[in-house]
């Protein structure tokens, strides 16, 4: 079905090759445009039976799928922001945006959260009994799984065209999905059993919000990490060991440093040991021919400096190999190079 709608609303899509930048805007573009879609629909329709039925748990989903439908515009206009190209302000490019994009999302989730948390507060304070209508739960059937689809989509595309704005909004979505579910299970409980006298609307209302909380909270600290900077993953640093371990003129690598710079946008600085008797035209030419493969396959713009090396002095090898095994004694972490 994701494949389906993308081939329709993203020119040249095709799910077997990696996206381009532009492609990966037209994805994200279009993923938003449905999302934004799909959640004024539920509002609306969650909107009317809440008000009908009275129920506070109802009117408060309505209003979350609102504050999603901002969500995803936020994303929308992310991605076309995104994809400006450098510029003398800004040049590494302007794919960290997608990051702000998330920040942004995650607070509108936990002010939908707090502002459903002080409405149910003060229903349990000031109980009015709801509605009870089957078609209700019937609104609330569909939200969900409109929802789970949407949380799918989502995760499923955020994972091929890596976009953090596009994972906090799928991890949204299932937070929805198990909120709605508990505002389901107030209303079928209501229904089945009319002599409830405990006001379990606004008890629920307050678990869906602490359920929201919790969702923004976790957006907003993932997010923080991304703007802040943190450790690269364990297979960005495996791909450009990977690469360099295929040329044999390369000895050793060390003093890898990453800096990303948003989804597609890694910038990376490195240093590769050579035999320093080898020709130095030689050696540069290697150098020159991973970089241009890191940034070719792999979306790496690297800057490699290169140290030569002794490897044919039997006395040096001898002291390099007792300085290995020195310094393991006092940390197996350290490593040595250019000895």
């Known amino acids: 079905m994701t494949d389906f709608i993308l081939k329709i609303l993203v020119k040249g899509y095709d799910k077997g090759e990696k996206p381009t930048p532009a492609t990966r805007r037209a994805c994200g573009s279009a993923v938003s445009a449905v999302g934004i879609v ?18 506070i748990s109802i009117t408060a989903d309505a209003l979350n799928n609102l504050s999603d439908a901002g969500s995803q515009v936020v994303s929308l206009i992310s991605f076309k922001i995104s994809g400006k190209p450098a510029d003398r302000d800004h040049p590494f490019g302007h794919a960290r945006i997608e990051y702000v994009a998330s920040m942004i999302v995650s607070f509108l989730i936990l002010l939908i959260g707090l502002e459903l948390l002080r409405e149910s507060i003060r229903k349990i304070l000031s109980p009015s009994p709801p509605e009870r209508s089957w078609w209700a739960g019937a609104v609330l059937g569909l939200s969900i ?6 949380c799918l989509f989502n995760r499923r595309l955020a994972a091929r065209i890596d976009s953090a704005v596009m994972r906090a909004t799928a991890a949204d979505s299932l937070s929805d999905v198990l909120s709605t579910s508990a ?45 802040l900077g943190e450790a690269p993953s364990e297979e960005t640093v495996a791909t450009i060991h990977a690469v360099v371990a295929e040329y044999p003129e390369a000895l050793g690598i060390h003093d890898l440093t990453v ?16 035999d320093g008797k080898k020709d130095v035209f030689l050696s ?33 090898l001898r002291m390099r190999s007792k300085m290995c095994q020195l310094v393991q004694v006092i940390d197996r972490r350290i490593t040595v190079h250019d000895f």
């Not at 799984?145 to 949407?150: C, M, N, S, T, Y």
């Open 145 to 150: 799984l409109v929802k789970l689809w949407l």
């Open 183 to 227: 505002v389901l299970l107030t209303t079928l409980l209501l229904l089945l059993f009319p002599s409830l006298s405990i006001n379990l609307d606004a008890y629920m209302g307050v678990i869906v919000a602490i359920l929201i909380l919790v969702a923004g909270i976790k957006i907003l600290n993932e997010t923080k990490n991304s703007i």
């Open 259 to 274: 800096h990303n710079y948003g989804p597609g946008h890694i910038i990376a600085a490195l240093h590769i040991e050579v």
């Open 284 to 316: 540069h030419d290697v150098i020159d021919n991973i970089e241009q493969r890191l940034r070719r396959e792999c979306g790496i713009e690297a800057t490699i400096h290169m140290d030569p090396i002794v490897t044919d002095d039997q006395e040096v």
């Open 38 to 55: 799909a959640n004024l629909l539920l509002a609306a329709i969650k909107l009317f039976a809440g008000v009908i039925s009275g129920a």
